[in-house]
């Protein structure tokens, strides 16, 4: 799993977004459930991530299918980031605005994602950061998931 362009990772235009919903989708099912964002924000509160379901699932079958999460993020990256910013604070571990390596070590790991250390440093390359413990903005988080 590499980020640099290889054939296991290639480059995607940002309205791919499927290896942020993979991500979200804890258990692989196909559908983000409450309990995949339970999992992946584990400071929110049931009523907050009710909430997070109801903004996306537009067919009201209490479930976040990748067209429903496409849609919502397609709509953020080219007008306004609420969605995307929530995810990248709840990555932000430590609150100092910025993704760094602990940060995505930690929120990969808990996503059931196996990386190494030189797959992460390559993410945060790729976002902008030198990749030796200097994480990542908001702007280098969004270049991050559109590969």
Same mark, same amino acid.
């Given at each position: 799993?590499? !980020?640099?362009? =290889? =054939?296991?990772? !290639?480059?995607?235009?940002?309205?791919? #977004?499927?290896?942020?919903?993979?991500?979200?989708?804890?258990?692989?099912?196909?559908?983000?459930?409450?309990?995949?964002?339970?999992? =992946?924000?584990?400071? %929110?509160?049931?009523?907050?991530?009710?909430?997070?379901?109801?903004? %996306?699932?537009?067919?009201?079958?209490?479930?976040?299918?990748?067209?429903?999460?496409?849609?919502?993020?397609? =709509?953020?990256?080219?007008?306004?980031?609420?969605? #995307?910013?929530?995810?990248?604070? %709840?990555?932000?571990?430590?609150?100092?605005?910025?993704?760094?390596?602990?940060?995505?070590?930690?929120?990969?790991?808990?996503?059931?994602?196996?990386?190494?250390?030189?797959?992460?440093?390559?993410?945060?390359?790729?976002?902008?950061?030198?990749?030796?413990?200097?994480?990542?903005?908001?702007?280098?988080?969004?270049?991050?998931?559109?590969?």
């Amino acid at each position: 799993m590499c !980020p640099t362009g =290889s =054939s296991v990772w !290639p480059a995607r235009p940002i309205s791919d #977004l499927r290896s942020a919903f993979e991500i979200l989708d804890v258990d692989h099912d196909g559908k983000i459930s409450h309990q995949d964002l339970k999992t =992946s924000y584990t400071d %929110a509160d049931d009523e907050v991530i009710g909430s997070m379901i109801t903004v %996306a699932d537009s067919n009201n079958d209490g479930y976040v299918e990748y067209e429903e999460f496409e849609s919502v993020l397609k =709509s953020d990256v080219v007008g306004n980031s609420g969605v #995307l910013e929530e995810v990248f604070k %709840a990555m932000d571990g430590d609150g100092d605005g910025k993704v760094g390596f602990g940060d995505l070590r930690r929120y990969l790991g808990s996503a059931g994602f196996e990386v190494d250390d030189d797959e992460i440093k390559a993410m945060i390359k790729l976002g902008g950061g030198d990749g030796d413990g200097d994480g990542v903005t908001f702007d280098g988080f969004v270049k991050i998931l559109a590969v």
